[in-house]
């Protein structure tokens, strides 16, 4: 008999501490979900890969590991001026980097979370969000390394006295990203210098085989890049970006999206149809598919196979995030940030479009474990005000809101999503939405016809004049407002909206110039011409 699924749990962190709320589905009216555990006062909090345990961590103070399962405390770490902290994927190991006054002072520290036991300690002069935590694991920890200066060293993670089993020689290196499930391969990058392109290269983290990369892939006018390892490890996707445009198309810089294999069956550029940053980028569960959203606004989504050939256009909208749930059923394309919160839901095994939305300012958004439900928050201190939690059904129907004077994170407790039920009784769900939608439309076209009926006499009532120049504007505002384009005179709420989509400098008259009915290459030689004239270099 199988067992039943887990239930969902969401992690909410005020300023006052942390609590563990029972997750959806509330009965109707909720305001405030069961907790699982009262609040408790700290400074971060973060699952293990697996969500089979919890940390929280108070600044200079103390670590302390939760079991989830119980949510009683598994050991509370005592660390005087303790910086960061992260949990291995099962959450066996904690990682901890203190203050140290002195190189010969150790302050990165491996602990064995049941036994406290320290297994490994070196000197790190400084931490930042790229470098931590210090050394990676696998998913199934099989695997750990680290980078240093110019190498990347290979543990023993279950006999950290081995000490540095191997190296990897890789001067200049500056990021690296090692695939977890499984530990097969590693990927490192090494920026651009004194005219040497910058690189990525992988290479087997197996010892008898790190003596050549299998991948590798070089490129100018880049300085930092996202690397994105799929499922099963043999595909990596490369988003370089550059700080300067050269080619004066965009005030945040450039990005170049590049993909590799570890059987080297491709190597090159993600062919892109749409000129323009790439916004995000993501692998679906079964690292078969990825998804990228890309292009100046209304920025264009497409899918790809492994093979990076297409497979699926999503079309073009104010979008610039993508999360493909775990199930690799359904994906929802937002536009965050900068943009005013559009949401469209897609069914992908039924390639349609289920709905759309609003969660405006959202600074998080992420599926649940069982692929059903779909969560945004908005948060501080990125945003001061209007904090607060939203959940969304599959199908894009609002199901819980909660508001917070201050809110600082909100995440679902990790789960495998083969503990789930498969979404097959969600497609039931959807057709028979379906079907009353048609209903519901037939109905009201019938009783349109029947009393709607108007006299042969009646003259039709002349409409506004347009000018022949604004023939496509009601084209481009459908794409720029996600299907809610006003008709008629662009207002100046319009354009306003118009002036947060295109948020790029150099790319707002241009789609102002397009929205009012210009053709884009007629756009594109006047700010050309203006660029002359005002002495603009892309500024």
Partial sequence: MASPPPALEILVREPDGFTVWSGPPYPPGTTSPPQRLPKTACGATSFSA????????????SATVYDCRTLAVVKCFELPGLLAAALSPTGAYLQTFQKSSSPQEKNVTVWHVDTAVALYEHYQKSMSKATWPMIQFSADESVGCRMMPNEIQFFDPKDFTKGVLSRIRMPGIAAMQLATAPGSHVAGFVPEAKGVPASVQIFSCNKDAQNQAVARRSFFRCSTVQLHWNKGSTGLLVLAQADVDKTNQSYYGETKLNYLTTDRAFEGIVPLKKDGPVHDV??????SEFAVVYGFMPAKTTIFNKKCNPLLELGEGPYNTIRWNPKGRFIVLAGFGNLPGDMAFWDYSEKKLVAKTKAECSVTSEWSPDGRHFMTATTAPRLQIDNGIKIFDHNGSLQFKKMFERLYQADWKPE????????TDLATSLSSLKIEETKKQAQGSKSAQTSGKAPASTVSKPTAYRPPHAKGSAEVQNKLFGGLAPTGSVSSSSIYSLFLCCFTPINYPLALMMEQGRDEQECIEKQEAQRETEGEKGC
């Fill in 50 to 61: 697996d969500g089979a345990r919890l940390l929280a961590t108070v600044a200079s103070v």
């Fill in 282 to 287: 993501q692998w679906s569960s079964s690292g």
């Fill in 416 to 423: 495998a999503p083969e503990r789930f039920g498969d979404n």
